[in-house]
C-alpha cells in the first residue's frame, strides 16, 4: 500500500500540523535527548568507554536487559491469556477484574516496590512459603524479575484486548467446518491476527522495564555485580556529582533501547506485510 | 473558543500569585532549610522553637520550609538550583560540593561556626534483635561468619559512609594502623552484607519490617528512634566501646541569601541552633547536644562511647572520599575483586 500524502483529509492544514507535531515533538522528547548526549560530550572518549564497559555497567546491563526481556516474554504469554479470558469470557467480576489491569499503570512504583518487596521477602505472604523450598526471591536478580513483569502486565493486554473484540469467532467457526482442529485454528487463524498486536505490547512492555527505577530499588538489594540495575548504577553516579559519567550510561540505554525498538518496528512491519500478502 | 478557559486559569494564576507574594512581602519572611532524612522531627521542632523566637526579638514572623531526602541527593537538588537559604546536611562532604560545584557559599564554610559548624554531633551504633543471639557487642563481631550485617550502600547513602568510616578506623585502631589488615577487616565485614539499601530509612526497613539481618549499623539517632514505640521488645542497642564522632554540618548559602535578602533571619537560624533551647531540642531528638550543660543532661540517654573523628585516620572528607567511595576506590574494590 503506497502512501499518497494528497489524500484529502478531514483535518486541514498538513503543513501546519506536521509543524506543530515537530515543534512539539522537538521540545518534548528531542531537546532533553540532545542535552544527554551533549553533557556525554564532556567526557574524552577513553573516559567514556571505560565508564560504560567496567564491569559493574556490564553486570547492569545484563540484568536490566536480560529481566526486561525474560519479564516482556512471561507478559507476552500470560497477559495474552488474561486477555483471553476477558474477552471471551463474561464471568462475575469481569469487569473489576478488567479494572485491576490498570493498576501497575496508575499505582506509584515505589508502592508497588515495597508491596512487592514485603510480600517476598523471607517473611512475607508468599516468601516464607518459598523460603523453605530454597527459592529467594526478595533481593535476588529474580525480585527484580518480579518486579519487572508486574510493571509490563498492562501494555501487553491492552494492546492484545482490543485485537481479539474485533477478531471474529465467526472465522474460527470456519475454520473448523473447513476441517482444521483447535491447533490448527489457533496457529494459524488467532495467532497471526495477534502477532503484531502482541509484538508491540512486549516492546512497550520491555522498553517500560528498561528504564524502571522506583519499585525494583525496593526489592532488588543492589549488590555490586549482583542485583544492580544501570538506572542505579546512574542514580549512584549522579550520588558522586559524577553527572558526565551518569549521562554517558544513559546514552548507552538511550541506544540499545533505540536499536531494540527499531528492531521490533522492523519486524512488525515485515510481520504485517506477509500477513497481508498471503 | 477552546483557548478561553486556559486564558481564564493564567489570569487566574497570575492574579493568586501576585496577592500571596504581595502578602509575604508586607509582614513575614520565609526561609528554606534543605536537610537530610532524619532530621525531620527534629526540625520540626526547632522550626516551631525559633520561629517563636524571631517574633519575640524582631517582631517578623519568619515561615520555615522543610526538605529531606537523602544527604547527596538534596546537595544536588541545590546545585541544580533548588534555593535553600540554609543547608543542614549528613556530612560536610555534600556541603562542599555545593561550594564546588556551584560556587554558592566560599570553601571555608566550616569554619565560620563553633566545632566546625556542626551544632549537634552523632556516632554510630548497633541494633540487635531482642536477646542478642548472636551476641554481638563490639565491631569485630561483626566480621563473624554466619552474622549477616544490614547497612546502606556508601555510594549512594551519607550515613553508609560513617559506617563505613567507623569500620575503618576501628580496624585501623586493632591493627596499629596497617592498612592493609583495615581494608581486609572492611571486605570481610562487607561480604557479611546481604542487602545494600540506597538509603538509612530503607536499611531500618529491610532490618526492621522485612526481619533481615542480624544486626543493622546506622545513625545513633535513628537507632535510638526504632526502639520506641513497638520496637521496644523486638530489638536491643548495642553501643560499641569505640565508634566515630559524626558531624552533621549546616550552613548558610550565600549566594542564595543574598539574593533573597534572608542573610540576617537564616544566620540567626543557625545560630539558634547553638543556643541553650536548639541544644535541648537536639538532645531530646536524639542527636548529641555539644553543650556541656545541656549534653549533662542527657547523659543517660547516650552511653560513654571513645569516639575518633575522621581528621584522625582519614585528613578529611575529600581525602576519603578519593580512598574510598569514589569510582573503583576501597568499595568497589570488595565487589570486584572477589566475584561470588
Redesign the interface.
Known sequence: MALVLKQPSVLPGFGLTLGFALFYFSLIVLIPLSGLIVKTTTLTWQQFWHTVT???AMASYQLTFGASFLGALINGFFGSVVAWVLVRYHFPGRSIVDALVDLPFALPTAVAGIAL??IY????WIGSYLEPLGLKV??TPLGVLVALTFIGLPFVVRTVQPVLQDLDKEVEEAATTLGANRWQTFRAVIVPELWPALLTGMAMAFARSVGEYGSV??IA??????SEITP?LI??K?????YA?ATALGVVMLVVSFVLALMINLIQWWSGRRHTAS | MILKPFVLTLALLTGALGFTSSIQAAESISILNVSYDPTRELYQEFNAAFAKHWQAKTGQTVKILQSHGGSSKQARAVIDGLEADVVTLALAYDIDAISEKAGLLPANWQSRLPNNSAPYSSTITFLVRKGNPKGIKDWNDLVKPGVSVITPNPKTSGVARWNYLAAWGYALKQFGGDEAKAQDFVWRLFKNVPVLDSGARGATTTFVERGIGDVLINWENEILLSTKGSGKDKFEIVVPPISILAEPTVSVVDKIVDKRGTRLVAQAYLEYLYSEEGQEIAGKNNYRPQLPAVAAKYAANFPAVERFTLQEFFGNWQKAHKAHFADGASFDQIYLQSPK
Open positions: 567496567e564491569p559493574r518487596t514485603a521477602s523471607s517473611n512475607g526478595a533481593f530499588i525496593f538489594g543492589n549488590m555490586p555485580l549482583k542505579l542514580m549512584t549522579l550520588e558522586q556529582y559524577d559519567g
